[in-house]
């Protein structure tokens, strides 16, 4: 069973949380490295320049965005992907991610691929 949960780095760090890990490819404004309490910032599991441009977290685009970065995660950074997947057997892993929308962000599709990696 894997332990995987999802935060944004905004939200106060906790005891609870395990491995904590930056999923951003860019660093979150207002956000010290001291405030963040990272074990790692794992910039490229985040999806590609280019589909988080094209997503733009838009609601109507979340869908295909899913489909595209699960593309991406099996296809191009499945070290990172079973790195994570590892982690997540031995310790809680929570993905920080700074969207504003907890409903509509690529940790959810993370998360996801994490919990059903084999």
């Known amino acids: 069973m894997r332990d995987v949960e999802i935060k944004r780095i905004y939200d106060e760090p906790?005891?609870?949380?395990?491995y904590r890990v930056l999923i951003d490819r860019l660093w979150p404004?207002?956000?010290?490295?001291?405030?963040?309490h990272l074990n790692e910032w794992a910039k490229d599991i985040a999806p590609s320049t280019e589909l988080r441009e094209w997503f733009s977290h838009d609601p109507a685009r979340m869908?295909?965005?899913?489909?595209r970065y699960l593309h991406e995660l099996h296809a191009v950074r499945?070290?990172?992907l079973a790195a994570l997947?590892?982690?997540s057997e031995k310790t809680r892993v929570t993905l920080l991610y700074a969207a504003h929308d907890?409903?509509?962000n690529h940790a959810i599709v993370l998360k996801e691929a994490i919990q059903a990696f084999k």
């Open 29 to 36: 404004r207002g956000i010290t490295k001291e405030r963040a």
């Open 63 to 67: 869908s295909e965005f899913r489909t």
């Open 78 to 80: 499945p070290h990172a």
């Open 85 to 87: 997947a590892k982690e």
């Open 14 to 18: 906790a005891r609870g949380d395990g």
């Open 102 to 104: 907890p409903k509509i």
